[in-house]
């Protein structure tokens, strides 16, 4: 599943932010697909919202984070490293 939240330009640089995540995994996955058992993120960007980290909790069974510069682990062969 993947959408497009924010067309960066010069007028409108920079990443989206923990509402805007938020409306568009309610809208465009948890209305159309089964929650998602896992989520894996870095702490990093708007995954530093505690508000965003509480609601996915109640969204999803496992919340997984990793750090930031360790985005190997979010790779199928992770299993086998563990």
Not at 11 to 24: C, L, N, R, T, V
Not at 57 to 67: C, G, H
């Amino acid at each position: 599943m993947a959408t497009i939240c924010k067309e960066q330009t010069d007028q409108h640089p920079g990443s989206i932010d923990a509402a805007m995540f938020k409306e568009h995994f309610s809208k465009h996955w948890l209305k159309i697909l089964p929650k998602p058992a896992t989520i894996r993120y870095d702490s990093e960007g708007f995954f530093r919202s505690l508000d965003l980290i509480e609601w996915l909790e109640a969204q999803v069974n496992k919340l997984e984070p990793i750090t930031g510069e360790g985005a190997w682990q979010m790779g199928k062969h992770s299993k086998h490293l563990e």
